[in-house]
């Protein structure tokens, strides 16, 4: 019995955890996140409602290949419209974020100091769930935090 213990807590359970049904809560929050050793690699975003209001989190840097040049974006609670946070909501429709769900945390053996660590989450009400983020989904959302971030960027110098 301690054998089969010692394996499920190396390489986990191999089951399939089964999707939960849609919150009753309508989308309240967004967030991604990528640490990595070269900082030009890491960015951090959150959108969410609160009191009625939109708004976004942003931390990354934008880097101009062509001419040599970056940005460096930093903000927090900035207000962005509805329809701007209801294209989350879009996308969550398309993709259903909740079919994404991770299945649990796959256990390393071998520790990486360097190691890539990406995140994304969503809240529906005050139910929170971890996304995978690979795919077209985690790309979508990604993309669109990287485009809400250049044109907040400039209102917040």
Request: net charge negative.
């Amino acid at each position: 019995m301690s054998v089969m213990s010692l394996m499920f807590s190396l390489f986990g359970c191999s089951g399939k955890s089964k999707t939960p049904s849609q919150p009753n809560e309508q989308l309240s929050s967004v967030s991604i996140s990528q640490n990595h050793m070269d900082r030009t690699y890491c960015y951090s975003f959150r959108a969410r409602k609160q009191n009625g209001s939109y708004l976004l989190d942003a931390e990354c840097i934008i880097v101009d290949y062509d001419n040599n040049d970056y940005k460096e974006i930093n903000f927090t609670d900035t207000a962005i419209t509805e329809e701007e946070f209801q294209q989350f909501a879009l996308i969550d429709s398309k993709y259903d974020f909740l079919s994404h769900i991770k299945s649990g945390r796959k256990k390393n053996i071998f520790f990486a100091c360097d190691e890539t660590i990406t995140n994304f989450s969503v809240k529906y009400g005050e139910e929170s769930f971890n996304i995978e983020t690979n795919g077209e989904c985690f790309k979508a959302v990604n993309e669109f935090f990287f485009q809400l971030a250049e044109k907040y960027a400039d209102n917040n110098k």
